[in-house]
């Protein structure tokens, strides 16, 4: 009996999503001496990534997705890649149901993070959610 395959036909979904704030560095919340001072900031962006998301109607992921990462500073700056971990923003994300879950299940690549000086006149974030 030959072997039957089924392949999934359905098109892969991908957002691009622009917030027009900026992503704390870790040099900011990392140091913060008071554990409520960063909990207050953590929920803050929280906030308002949610609340961004609500006005956008963003699509479910319910499936594994790759995420590209690109933060706007107005600028020319040298800035440390290390000082901006995701992990903040995929909570985020994560908190609005856009990505089931922020483990390596859903998410089984790293983000890739690129930092963009002086392209623009205020801090955004652009970030791009592929389905794989």
Sequence with gaps: ?????????????????????????????????????????????QGKVHKYLLSKRCPNF??????????????????????YSPNWLLDALHYSKVIVDDSTEFIPEAPDIKIISGETKQNKIVVQINEL
Aim: no cysteine.
């Design 62 to 83: 319910p499936n594994p997705v790759k995420i590209l990462i690109d933060l706007y500073f107005p600028t020319k700056r040298k800035r440390d890649i290390a000082n």
């Design 1 to 45: 009996m030959p072997k039957v395959t089924v392949k999934d036909y359905r098109p892969k979904q991908s957002v691009v999503l622009e917030f027009p704030f900026g992503y704390p560095s870790k040099n900011i919340t990392e140091y913060m001496r008071s554990w409520q001072k960063k909990k207050k900031l953590h929920d803050e962006f």
